[in-house]
């Protein structure tokens, strides 16, 4: 059975200006396929990933309950290999074999559960986020902790990795979820 190789780009490549440093060109000179190692984040060592059915409302109401349910799942390395070959940084598209299609700011809204609609948050900010940090969370953060507008996760994964600290009343329950 001979196997025929489809042309992976689009009809005329000169849109293609970054080929020669692209990762999908093995395909183009024949050569084995190859698979991405994928690096992303680990479970914390406190949660098994599962949410807790007292935080499930909170989610719901703050919108982020799509976001929750998928934060550990399999990856296929095989899937993502393939879009990172087909993604083509010169006309942000994935190039198919069908022809050229995109993700859309809805479509991640779809997949993820989040509500897109208002005004985007842009620019600079010189805002005091301890204060606000400290009302949300109830605990003032070292000045480490916070850097520019950016609360690091180890310093909430180290407060707020055991529920049964915060489940005393609901601005608790808030507070954590």
Known sequence: MSRKRVNPG???????????IHVSEHVWNGEADRVLRIRRATKSG?????????????????????????????IDHQLISALVERWRPETPTF???????????????VLLGLKVHGDPITGISTYNWVPLVQDLFGITPPANAIKGGRL?????????????MHVHNIEQMERYT
């Open 10 to 20: 689009p009809i005329d490549d000169s849109l293609l200006t970054m080929q020669s």
């Open 46 to 74: 406190h949660r098994d990933g599962s949410i807790p059915d007292e935080l499930r409302p909170y989610l719901a109401r703050a919108g982020m309950l799509g976001v929750a349910e998928i934060s550990y799942f399999p």
């Open 95 to 109: 190039h198919m074999t069908f022809g050229e299609c995109t993700i859309t700011l809805e479509d991640v809204s």
């Open 152 to 164: 690091k996760m180890s310093w909430v994964d180290e407060h707020f990795f055991d529920i049964s």
